[in-house]
Structures are given as structure tokens and as C-alpha cells.
């Protein structure tokens, strides 16, 4: 296992059109977790699941916007009806909750995506 | 709600010298984890270095240390003898009962020849 994988790694598309991204993340963590980030800025949190259970979602998140995590392995994260603010890198990040706490966050390389 | 603010947008440092990154939180929770993550460009995010909220000894890892100053809530980080493969993009970050990560703005880190 190399660590948190995600595809594609990028992704240009039309406004208007939908899209999906997969992450792959290491394969004993139980907790999974999907950021934005816009050119120049911090990533912002987007929702995170432990094993298939989607816990939280932030406001950043709106309807056109989905993930999931089926079997509490990969997860999906679909943008439907894309707009040019969504043009930003997706970034995926997985960890461990275990008995004695949370490990780090481990992140995966990022999907870029470009709304033309 | 958290915020994490790094007030430094750019710095720049001569390999072999010494560098601070500043980063100041807010937050009312006080058991909490902070965290500096590099970016090296087109490459992923990997952790520097972590500090538990209720640990008073500052964390140190190699080259890399951290002041943390709980009161003042600050949290800058060292980093001794730079690199060239310094050179990226640093992300001070909180993990709170939240459990999610909130990120600072950023710093680009410029290690020049």
C-alpha cells in the first residue's frame, strides 16, 4: 500500500456537466476525508466519513454535491451541474481511529479540476 | 468555530539559515491537536510536525521544532539548516473535536542557493 490514492488526477470539463472523482485511501484506515483547495489558499473542508458512515458535512457543501463510501473503502465525491467555482484541486485524505486516539491525516495528490 | 491565521503570505530564507513561520489560532476548545503540513509544488501534502494541545514540551522532529504557546495561541514553526527541498508551500492546521482539520492561508518558502 502506497498511501491514499486518487483519480483522475485531472479533470477539465464543461459547465454544466457532472463529474467524479475516486479516492483510494490506506487501506487499515477507517476514517476518509474530502477537502478543497482553490489556487493560493488552505484547503477547506468538505465532509468526512467514518468507515461508510458520511459524519459531517460543511456548508461548502451544496446539493449539487455528493460522496459516498459504499463499502467503507474508496469513496466518491460527485459535483453535478458544474460551475466555474467549482475549478479547484479536490484533495482526498484518510486516517485511523482506533483505541488510543486518531493517527494524522494522511493525503492523497488531488484531483484538479477546470470548468471551462 | 476554529480559525487559523498564518500572517506571513511569503518568505524566503538562504539554505543553511534558520526560518520562522508564524501562525496564530482561535479557538475556545482546550484539548485540540495543531499540525504544520508541507506542499511541495504538484506534489502532496505530508506532515511536518504535530503538537497535542496538553503537551508543554514543544515538539521536535530533526530539523523542525515548534514554539507553542498555548495561552498566547501561537504556534510558529523553526525550521533549522534549510534545504533546497525546504522550498514549498506550509500549512499550519487545527484538529479539534471537530474532527477535521482546519488549514491557515498559507505560506510559500522560498530556500535560495
Known amino acids: 500500500d502506497t498511501g491514499v490514492s486518487q483519480d483522475p488526477r485531472h479533470k477539465i470539463t464543461k459547465r454544466g456537466q457532472n463529474v467524479t472523482f475516486r479516492c483510494d485511501p490506506i487501506?487499515?484506515?477507517?476514517?476518509l476525508y474530502w477537502y478543497r483547495q482553490t489556487l493560493g489558499q488552505g484547503p477547506e473542508f468538505l465532509t468526512y466519513?467514518?468507515?461508510?458512515?458520511?459524519?459531517?458535512k460543511s456548508r461548502l457543501l451544496s446539493d449539487r454535491f455528493s460522496a459516498e463510501r459504499p463499502k467503507g473503502s474508496f469513496s466518491t465525491l460527485e459535483i453535478q451541474r458544474t460551475e466555474q467555482g467549482d475549478s479547484a484541486m479536490y484533495l482526498c485524505a484518510s486516517s485511523f481511529l482506533g483505541a488510543a486516539g486518531d493517527t494524522e491525516a494522511f493525503f492523497g495528490q488531488g484531483t484538479r479540476l477546470t470548468v471551462v | 468555530a476554529q480559525t487559523v491565521t498564518q500572517s506571513q503570505p511569503e518568505m524566503s530564507v538562504q539554505e543553511a539559515e534558520t526560518v520562522t513561520l508564524s501562525c496564530t489560532y482561535d479557538t475556545s476548545e482546550s484539548n485540540y491537536y495543531l499540525f504544520w503540513y508541507k506542499q511541495p509544488p504538484s506534489r502532496q501534502m505530508i506532515l511536518v510536525i504535530r503538537q497535542e494541545a496538553y503537551k508543554q514540551q514543544n515538539a521536535t522532529e530533526n530539523r523542525f521544532s515548534v514554539n507553542f504557546q498555548k495561552a498566547a495561541k501561537s504556534f510558529s514553526l523553526k525550521i533549522s539548516d534549510s534545504q533546497l527541498g525546504d522550498t514549498a508551500m506550509y500549512f499550519c492546521?487545527?484538529?479539534?473535536?471537530?474532527?477535521?482539520?482546519?488549514f491557515g492561508g498559507g505560506t510559500r518558502l522560498m530556500v535560495k542557493p
Open positions: 466519513f467514518q468507515n461508510e458512515a458520511q459524519l459531517e
Open positions: 492546521a487545527f484538529w479539534g473535536a471537530g474532527n477535521m482539520l482546519t
Open positions: 487501506s487499515e484506515h477507517n476514517r
